[in-house]
Structures are given as structure tokens and as C-alpha cells.
């Protein structure tokens, strides 16, 4: 079976950006590279960021900004998160004004390339939900939010919403956030959770996450870490860890144990 490319470069998506992101344009059939201007606000009591918001409680949260950014789409948007990218340099010199040199605490990827747009688990959902193949929905919901985000700590040298480890640990800070009382929800939750742990286990510096996904075991701090290191899990990997992670970490497993 051939596989056939997403079309990205459509009349709708087009008229789409000459309506809401006139500086936007495509360049190709899957690049776009422009201006993105927003006007957006963070609605704390909802922990939304709205787009174009028409009552605003606090003008504190209220931005509106201009980047250069180019957009890469991928062929299969059931597989690959678009790759974005700031073409200027105001998210690197904003770090460097508030003294950080890794790239990675500015939500960007090791190289200093393409931006982290979001957690793998909301990834898997966004393809479960239908939504990884709108683009309307990838400017307004990932785009637009990542970008607000930055204006907002540039401004006030903080985050608007709370961070992410890096790494696969952020999985399950993700886990231990959206779970709540609706049981439907959590075996969501838990299935997005497995899967994002599979999918890092393809590549080969994640290979050992596989086991985590098979545990019948509770792993304490005494025992041998996860990754087969042969070291206690305490002096190995949950350094790494968050106190968010380690619970959620916690919280998995026994989620995971339970389902078994």
C-alpha cells in the first residue's frame, strides 16, 4: 500500500490564514513562513489561553506580539508533530536576559531548532481526538499558545502555565494532572501514557522505557532501576525525576498493576 501525503496547502487552510494570520503564507506544499501576529490572553481561572478575547478580567495576561516563525508539516500528521521554528532570535536573547543557557528550559530541542509544541501524551490525544490533521487547529491550539507563552515570560520572567520536565519524565506529570474522578478519563489517560512510553522505546537511547510498560512490580527507591543500569532506581533515574513525575510515576504503575 502507497502512503498518500496529508495536503496541507488547501484552499481552506489558505483562506484560513489570510483571515486570521495575513503574514502567514505558504511556501511550499507543506512549509509556511511569515509573520504570526496573535492577540491572545490567559484565562487563569479556566487555564486556558484564549485567542482574540473579547471580555478580559486582567489586562496582566493580555499580549499581543509578533514573531518570525516558519512551520514544517509532516506527511503523516498521525505519526509527526509539525516541526516550528522562531526564525529570529528573541527567544534565545530573552534566555539569555533571565541568565538560561539551556535550551531546552525555553521549550526548544537540544539543538537550539525546532520548539517542543507539547507533551507526547497530548500529542496521542490530538490524534485520537481527529485533531492532528486540522490545521486550524494546530495554529490556534499549539502555535499561537507556544508563542503567547514566550511573550509572556519574556515579559515577566515566568511561565503563565506551570512547565514540563524535559524528557520522557513529563509523561507522567501529564498522567498525574489529568487524572480525576471520571473513570472513562483515566483509562484514557493511562492508555495515552503507555503509549507515549512505546513510542520513545523505538528509539534506542529510550529502549529500556519498553519494560515499563510490561512492570507487574512496584519499583521502590531500593529497587534495581528500570533502565537496567543495575543501580538502585533512587541513585539512577529518579534524580531525574520531579516530585510531580514521581508521583506520577507512582501513580502509573499501580494504575498499570491494577489493569493487569
Not at 489570510?18 to 491572545?40: D, M, Q
Not at 485567542?51 to 495576561?61: G, K, L, R, V
Not at 528573541?90 to 525555553?106: A, H, M, Q, W
Request: aromatic share 14%; with cysteine; glycine share 4%.
Amino acid at each position: 500500500m502507497v502512503n498518500v501525503k496529508h495536503k496541507w496547502n488547501t484552499v481552506q487552510n489558505n483562506t484560513f490564514l489570510l483571515s486570521n494570520y495575513p503574514g502567514l503564507s505558504f511556501t511550499t506544499a507543506n512549509e509556511i513562513v511569515g509573520e504570526l501576529k496573535f492577540r491572545a490572553f490567559y484565562d487563569k481561572k479556566k487555564c486556558l489561553i484564549l485567542i482574540n478575547p473579547t471580555a478580559i478580567s486582567d489586562n496582566h495576561y493580555l499580549i499581543e506580539d509578533t514573531y518570525n516563525i516558519k512551520i514544517k508539516l509532516p506527511d503523516d500528521p498521525e505519526k509527526f508533530l509539525p516541526l516550528v521554528y522562531e526564525t529570529g532570535t528573541r527567544i534565545v536573547e530573552s534566555g539569555k536576559k533571565y541568565n538560561i543557557t539551556d535550551f531546552r528550559d525555553l521549550h526548544i530541542y537540544k539543538d537550539g531548532s525546532s520548539v517542543c509544541l507539547c507533551p507526547q501524551p497530548q500529542f496521542i490525544e490530538r490524534i485520537l481526538n481527529g485533531k492532528s490533521k486540522s490545521f486550524p487547529l494546530l495554529i490556534d491550539e499549539l502555535v499561537v499558545p507556544f508563542f503567547y507563552q514566550q511573550s509572556y515570560f519574556e515579559r515577566y520572567g515566568e511561565w503563565p502555565i506551570k512547565n514540563f520536565s524535559h524528557g520522557y519524565p513529563a509523561i507522567f506529570e501529564y498522567y498525574l494532572r489529568k487524572k480525576n474522578n471520571d473513570e472513562n478519563n483515566n483509562r484514557l489517560q493511562l492508555r495515552l501514557c503507555i503509549a507515549s512510553l512505546k513510542m520513545l522505546a523505538q528509539t534506542e537511547p529510550n529502549k529500556y522505557l519498553e519494560t515499563l510498560v510490561e512492570s507487574r512490580k512496584a519499583i521502590k527507591s531500593t529497587s534495581k532501576c528500570f533502565c537496567g543500569s543495575g543501580r538502585k532506581y533512587k541513585k539512577c533515574h529518579r534524580r531525574s525525576f520531579s516530585e510531580e513525575a514521581k508521583q506520577g510515576f507512582i501513580s502509573f504503575l499501580a494504575d498499570l498493576r491494577n489493569k493487569q
